[in-house]
């Protein structure tokens, strides 16, 4: 099956830098890679995803790039601010009949220092 | 995007009980998911709630310690049997945020199980 692998687990920044979360995967067969943001007590939200005919994606502050080649995909944040303070969570899944079947990363706690 | 109503938000149960977890999406939705979430980690994919059929479970878990109903494409419930401390977690279901796979997943608010 599909194995997530996600670093840093802790990330901590100053307010207004750029934070990196790195993640990769072992099956070919992913194409659907999300990223959510957990805030603490709260459930996971969609922030950001990428599908394998893209290389990269932008929204606003928020960028993620995919490498196909080797398997992996990053978050960027950019302009960080303290509400950015969250456990990120990536994911793989494979679109389609069961693309909702997504494997997770073990998370990333970014903590934005203001 | 859907909406789902998720219920009960948390509940202090005793060992060896059940309890069933609800979810309620505002349109039908073909695909739903059950997640369990245990305290500080990441989420894992107990299993696919099928309509008119059967759930999908994934490896680890088990249709009688965690059966799942679909009656309709609009509801779905997950009972955690014969509960033990180590199912204290938090259990989330999962659609398709536009009814379709084309456009990420919604998740609910969550269930917070503590079994003592």
């Known amino acids: 099956g599909e194995n997530v692998e996600q670093h840093p687990s802790t990330l901590s920044v100053q307010e207004g830098d750029s934070a990196v979360i790195k993640c990769t995967y072992s099956d070919s067969a992913s194409n659907y890679f999300p990223w959510y943001k957990q805030e603490l007590g709260k459930r996971p939200q969609l922030i950001i995803d990428?599908?394998?005919?893209?290389g990269e994606k932008k929204d606003q502050r928020i960028a993620v790039t995919l490498n196909k080649t080797a398997k992996h995909f990053s978050l960027h944040i950019t302009e960080t601010q303290p509400e950015d303070s969250a456990v990120y969570f990536c994911a793989a899944s494979r679109r389609g009949t069961n693309a909702g079947k997504s494997t997770f990363g073990d998370g990333t706690t970014l903590t934005v220092k203001p | 995007s859907a909406v789902i109503s998720q219920k009960p938000s948390r509940d202090i149960c005793q060992r060896g009980t059940s309890l069933t977890i609800q979810c309620q999406v505002d349109s039908q939705v073909t695909m739903m998911f059950w997640y369990r979430q245990q305290p500080g980690q990441s989420l894992t994919l107990i299993a696919t709630a099928n309509q008119g059929s059967e759930a999908t479970y994934e490896s680890g878990f088990v249709i009688d310690k965690f059966p799942i109903s679909r009656p309709n494409l609009t509801f779905s419930t997950l009972t955690v049997s014969n509960m033990s401390p180590e199912d204290s977690s938090i259990y989330l279901c999962?659609?398709?945020?536009?009814?379709?796979?084309?456009?990420?997943?919604?998740f609910g608010s969550g269930t917070r199980l503590t079994v003592v």
């Open positions: 999962s659609v398709p945020t536009s009814g379709t796979s084309n456009y990420g997943y919604t």
């Open positions: 990428i599908r394998s005919n893209v």
